[in-house]
């Protein structure tokens, strides 16, 4: 008995000798420090890096807007804001690029004496996203009277897909309206691959030298298409209507409506050929028609079905659904004018048109 103790005392010996040599060696109040100064360093030496980059990119006038909603043309129109705060608008267009591109605010301003438009047009929102930024300027700005909403087929779709929610409200309101500083933005949405991409074309956008992405605006938030080349009509047949986007749409008028403010439903001009193929393929452009007839008379919304009551030439298109320069002011003329008709009948107290 002796010795098969004596023989495991021996093996444990063995063991917690192996155990203590492998167990490596102590970490140090001294080493530990040493380590998150190491740490601290070189976080500080990439933050000052990044931050040069940044002021170099200002500098030469390559720095893209901060990735407040991770899309170019968004975040670009909610920097314009920022620099060019619109005061005490009382029309307010939304909508996607549609919106964006085929609204004259200069236009309608000349025909529609009085008239201060904010075009909150952003570009490839669903309709649930455009009422998404309606209520936000709408919260903003409680002077606005009237809201137009420019819709292409293509809007009425991607609403289960996309978020509603565009940007951070809170984080926005802070950036466009408090004038909180620009660089701590570019950190909180630290995004380094769009950062470089879009670094390599803002310049260019910014001085309306790439055609079809265009970004100069004007004072009224509107960007215009004023090339003269025209792309593929590459859309293809239109998917399909869905219900939160209907939903969406119905939402934002009611709330117009118990606040005494009128809505607007606008079709957007399309591309007779393109709409051939699409009669031809089935009753869909029927079907949107519908749809926004029975949000009018659920809100009671003025809609013009612009799409079927206003014909442009096909010159007038840079693709299936979007106007040229010239042409959008055309288009802006013909709804300043439907806008002052139907603001002169419901001051009668008769139907709205």
């Known amino acids: 008995m002796r010795g098969i103790q004596h023989s495991l005392d021996s093996t444990n010996r063995r063991v917690g000798r192996a155990a203590d040599s492998s167990a490596g060696p102590t970490l140090t109040a ?3 420090g040493k380590y998150m100064a190491a740490v601290a360093l070189s976080v500080a030496c990439c933050l000052v890096l990044y931050y040069a980059s940044l002021l170099t990119l200002k500098l030469t006038g390559n720095l893209p807007p901060p990735a407040l909603a991770n899309n170019l043309c968004t975040d670009e129109k909610l920097s314009f804001m920022r620099d060019n705060p619109s005061l005490s608008p009382n029309l307010l267009a939304i909508g996607s690029s549609v919106t964006l591109r085929h609204l004259d605010g200069a236009t ?9 438009l904010l075009n909150g047009g952003f570009c490839g929102l669903s309709a649930s996203q455009s009422v998404f930024v309606a209520n936000w300027l709408l919260d903003r700005h409680p002077t606005i009277q009237n809201v137009v909403m420019v819709l292409a087929p293509q809007d009425l779709a991607g609403c289960r897909a996309k978020s509603e929610a565009l940007f951070n409200r809170s984080d926005v309101d802070d950036f466009v309206y ?9 950190l909180r949405y630290f995004a380094p691959r769009s950062l470089l991409r879009s670094a390599q074309t803002i310049k260019a ?18 960007s215009l298409l004023t090339t003269e080349l025209t792309r ?5 047949p239109p998917p399909a209507m869905e ?14 409506r118990s606040e005494g403010r009128n809505l607007t439903l606008v079709t957007t001009p399309l591309h007779p050929e393109w709409q051939a193929q699409v009669r031809h393929a ?7 028609d519908k749809s926004l007839l029975a949000l009018q008379s659920a809100t009671g919304a003025r809609y013009w079905n612009a799409a079927a009551e206003w014909q442009a030439p096909r010159a007038s298109f840079t693709d299936a659904i979007h106007l040229r320069s010239s042409a959008a002011q055309e288009f802006s003329a013909e709804l300043s004018r439907r806008l002052l008709q139907g603001a002169r009948m419901a001051d009668k107290g008769l139907t709205k048109p």
């Not at 309608?108 to 201060?116: C, F, M, Q, V, W």
């Not at 079809?212 to 938030?221: D, M």
Request: with cysteine; glycine share 16%; proline share 6%.
């Open 178 to 186: 408090d004038g909180k500083s620009l660089w701590g933005y570019y």
């Open 108 to 116: 309608i301003a000349r025909l529609s004496p009085g008239t201060k």
């Open 205 to 222: 956008q910014r001085a309306g030298l790439i055609p079809f992405e265009s970004l100069v605006f004007t004072g009224y938030g509107d």
């Open 282 to 288: 089935g009753p869909y452009l029927d079907q949107f």
């Open 232 to 236: 593929e009509m590459s859309y293809g």
């Open 243 to 256: 219900k939160p986007c209907l939903e969406a749409i119905r939402s934002l008028g009611t709330r117009l």
């Open 30 to 32: 001294g080493t530990y």
